[in-house]
């Protein structure tokens, strides 16, 4: 049994079918990549993965703790709670927040105190309150982020805001972390550091990462399975250098067979 197991997932919207029977599989400690033109599907399919929004057929199972757990009509923040996190194209931090506090209100989705400690402000809740807080300063450090701590999200530069998004779906502790089109907007300098920077994860926490990414240096340079999505369809599986030789993938970029 695989970590995530997509089976035959389809997503209508009216008339229009933006996933079409989509089978695919993600196993323990990966890298994987899921590419295609733009329009093939695959924000909708990572919508579909986090909850977002619910397939119209198929199936999504997790593997988890407690044994195979199915996400079709589960709710993000459940989503979450299971394992899995992500980010978007579009940055959606709390920007007037601080740094530390963006990564805080993430670690409650696994953090939870009790109603009555909560109320009347027991110690026990001051101790959980400074120990979340210690293990929030902690993760910033690992990526270089301690000395920005009281800084609003909003005044960090491009850059540091992606890795805070980042770090933000990490302190939620997953076991699959998705990318969606982390290096939109870039520079080449930034890029590189965030090619360093999702190599460090998979090092670090050992946890399978799914991306999506139109940068195809750096889907080939870090991915070791790829996934290509054109029209809704899956239309080829393997490793960088077979993606790179597949007729049909370059038919589907390049839009004729040379």
Do not use: W
Request: hydrophobic fraction near 45%; aromatic fraction near 6%.
């Amino acid at each position: 049994m695989s970590l995530l197991d997509v089976k035959e997932v389809t997503k209508t919207f009216g008339g229009l079918t933006a996933v079409s029977d989509v089978t695919m599989h993600l196993e323990e400690n990966e890298l994987v990549a899921l590419i295609g033109p733009n329009g093939a599907g695959k924000t909708t399919l990572f919508n579909l993965l986090t909850g977002v929004i619910t397939p119209t057929e198929g199936v999504i199972a997790l593997q988890t703790d407690n044994g195979l757990q199915t996400l079709n009509k589960v709710k993000p923040y459940k989503v979450a709670q299971a394992g899995l996190a992500r980010t978007f194209q579009n940055i959606r931090l709390f920007k007037e927040l601080t740094v530390l506090d963006n990564v805080l209100i993430a670690m409650t989705a696994k953090n939870k105190e009790g109603f009555l400690e909560s109320i009347f402000r027991l110690p026990s809740f001051y101790r959980k309150e400074e120990a979340l807080k210690q293990q929030a300063v902690d993760l910033l450090k690992i990526f270089g982020m301690e000395d920005q701590l009281d800084v609003l999200a909003s005044n960090l530069p491009y850059g540091a805001q992606r890795r805070l998004e980042i770090v933000r779906a990490l302190a939620t502790k997953p076991k699959i972390l998705f990318l969606d089109e982390p290096a939109a907007g870039m520079n080449p300098e930034e890029t590189a550091d965030l090619t360093r920077l999702i190599r460090q994860i998979q090092n670090d926490f050992h946890i399978t990462v799914l991306l999506i990414e139109h940068d195809m240096s750096l889907v080939m340079d870090i991915a070791q399975r790829i996934y290509v999505l054109e029209y809704g369809k899956l239309i080829a599986e393997g490793t960088p250098a077979e993606i790179q030789q597949n007729k049909r993938v370059i038919q589907a970029y390049l839009g004729g067979d040379d």
